[in-house]
T-cell receptor
Framework: DQQVKQNSPSLSVQEGRISILNCDYT??????FLWYKKYPAEGPTFLIS?????DKNEDGRFTVFLNKSAKHLSLHIVPSQPGDSAVYFC????????????FGTGTRLTIIP | GAGVSQTPSNKVTEKGKYVELRCDPI?????LYWYRQSLGQGPEFLIY????????DSGLPNDRFFAVRPEGSVSTLKIQRTERGDSAVYLC????????????FGEGSRLTVL
């Protein structure tokens, strides 16, 4: 039973355009959400997070949106750059301070120069 | 190095053998985690240490898997009687206590069971 779902295994976007990566979850106890980025042969690195008390968090080119009623979040990257090509994982935890993360299966983003 | 260090980076073993995977966390990080990533999947939680004690080992798949962190720093994940289904990348991460979510991952140990 996949509690965090990333239904798009891959996405290709032209350099300079917006990349939108989607994530859905089923566990209503999740209230803290994160995005991790992973390059080949490296461990995942933290990108951005959002608490359920917010609906948006922005950090430079990266913005995460949370729609709690729809149990859906998305990561927007604008403008997309070639270095953004990586696998992006959505993750969730049940409460702030609980570091047991449940990850999605990832979306491979390719930025086309 | 300043990051999380995992050894070996690659391990090939035969079914039924015993394997140990080592993790050296970032200095000063009290929390340490083991995750497992199978092909085409996201990381899957195995166990979480706060200091020397296992605060949550609910992700360990069965009693062939065991992890220790005797001095609150380096951790070893031990797998007995390995099976082909144990083949995966085993990821270790560490964090400061209370710094939710920002886990610092190592590069992983790729285990292949033949």
């Amino acid at each position: 039973d996949q509690q965090v779902k990333q239904n798009s295994p891959s996405l290709s976007v032209q350099e300079g355009r917006i990349s939108i990566l989607n994530c859905d979850y089923t566990n209503s106890m999740f209230d803290y959400f994160l995005w991790y980025k992973k390059y080949p042969a490296e461990g995942p690195t933290f990108l951005i997070s959002i608490s359920s008390i917010k609906d948006k968090n922005e950090d430079g080119r990266f913005t995460v949106f949370l729609n709690k009623s729809a149990k859906h979040l998305s990561l927007h990257i604008v403008p997309s750059q070639p270095g953004d090509s990586a696998v992006y994982f959505c993750a969730a935890s049940e409460n702030f301070g609980n570091e047991k993360l449940t990850f999605g299966t990832g979306t491979r983003l390719t930025i086309i120069p | 190095g300043a990051g999380v260090s995992q050894t070996p980076s690659n391990k090939v073993t035969e079914k039924g053998k015993y394997v140990e995977l080592r993790c050296d966390p970032i200095s000063g990080h009290t929390a340490l985690y083991w995750y497992r990533q199978s092909l085409g999947q996201g990381p899957e939680f195995l166990i979480y240490f706060q200091g020397t004690g296992a605060a949550d080992d609910s992700g360990l798949p069965n009693d062939r898997f065991f992890a220790v962190r005797p001095e609150g720093s380096v951790s070893t994940l031990k797998i007995q009687r390995t099976e082909r289904g144990d083949s995966a990348v085993y990821l270790c991460a560490s964090s400061l206590a209370g710094d939710t979510g920002e886990l610092f991952f190592g590069e992983g140990s790729r285990l292949t069971v033949l």
